[in-house]
């Protein structure tokens, strides 16, 4: 990796904020300046992290934090135990639509990067409260991040806690279905406080470096999690990873990514690098424009096409 084609990807890609906006639905996100692009790299081959724009500045990590929290699970549960509970198919349908339920009349979320899924795996969590499961999610995620100052941003949890009725329905709906057991309100306050926790594309690139180590962090060979999770959360990531745009990104990008309404995407390019990158305006799919475009253009420029 280089550090100056970062920079040049950066400049190349910046403009595109013009073409989102920032998230609205949650009002702290609203407040959040558009015109803002970072990118961090991990580089497997020689241990060292590349950055350029704005690497260092924190967003919340939003649905980005589907991904530890399905490892956790995992790691916790066993992956059988958990795939009882959530397909792995990707929806067709916005992230936090009912529909999908709805139409296929599902007996459990179809993925688990849909809220209703990462509602579900967020209540396997063992821990008798939201405060219990919460503490585990975040001693989970500084590990896996790399960062133990990692914390919650208050504002942007309060925010959520005050307007996510959206996620109280499907929480709701589910209870009522019998897909899952527990405290709705329990459940969906370690849910918000998950995607309220500030992270920056340095965190996202230990996170998805970790990913492409399969399993193991490269900064000190600690196994943290199973290959197998590794491996089954790059195919989920690959199918449904960007919301409804997941399989055009495939199509066109072809690296396994996460995104989240913060802004942020998390991305893996297997035994080679992992990838953080911020970019706070999104498309109506709710994914970075800007980092969409960084995100295609390293993807391009290093040869990094999964398919290729
Ligand atoms: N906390 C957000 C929600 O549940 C996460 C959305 C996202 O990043 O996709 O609405």
Redesign the pocket.
Known sequence: MDKKLLDKIIEESFQYYKKGHVAT??PALGRVNPEQLGIAVYDLENNEQYFAGNAETSFAI???SKVPVLLLAIEERGLKNVFNKVDAEPTGFS??SILNMEINKRTYPMNPFV?TG?IVINSLINGKNSDERFEKILSFMKLICNNEHLTLNQEIYES?SRT?D??RSLAYYMKANDMFDGDVEDVLDS??KQ??VNVNTIDLSNLAAVLANNGIAPWNNQQIVSEEAAITVKSIMTTAGL?DESGDFSTHVGIPAK????GGLMAVSPDKFGIGVFGPALDKE?NSTAGMKALKLLVEKVGLNIFE
Not at 259 to 262: A, C, D, R, W, Y
């Open positions: 639905y949650i939003e649905s980005i992230f936090n809220n990462a959520e996510g959206i996620n849910y918000f995607c309220s919301y995104s989240g309404v913060g709710g």
